[in-house]
Nanobody, 125 residues
């Protein structure tokens, strides 16, 4: 049974950092593409970052987090991480991880299948 559980969200001040975790079970995390998405109140869900399956660790990021975000994978822990630095108020959202058919520059939620329950990130002073 495929299961994804996100954790690591919380309240952080602007300029701070968070490292979100996506613990997977039911499949090896390097056998599929994994994406991080977020949804703010009243807005559509948007792709944040993805990491491709296999050994090449291909990654893609949405423009607004490039340079201050890192997606990574720990096969031993079967977990995918999303580190975001220099957090901004506009990063406030519920963050989700999901398994997908593609990891491409356009990180489209429609191409992702299994989803976790989400973790809240609030950036506020």
């Amino acid at each position: 049974q495929v299961k994804l559980v996100e954790s690591g969200g919380g309240l952080v001040q602007p300029g701070g950092s968070l490292k979100l975790s996506c613990a997977a079970s039911g499949f090896p995390v390097d056998y599929t593409n994994i994406g991080w998405f977020r949804q703010a109140p009243g807005k559509e869900r948007e792709g944040v970052a993805c990491i491709g399956r296999g050994t090449e660790d291909i990654t893609h990021y949405r423009e607004s987090v490039k340079g201050r975000s890192t997606i990574s994978r720990d096969k031993a822990k079967n977990t995918v991480y999303l580190q975001i630095d220099n957090l901004k108020t506009e990063d406030t959202a519920v963050y989700y991880c999901a398994t997908g058919h593609f990891c491409a520059p356009a990180i489209l939620s429609a191409t992702y299948t299994y989803w976790g329950q989400g973790t809240q990130v609030t950036v506020s002073s």
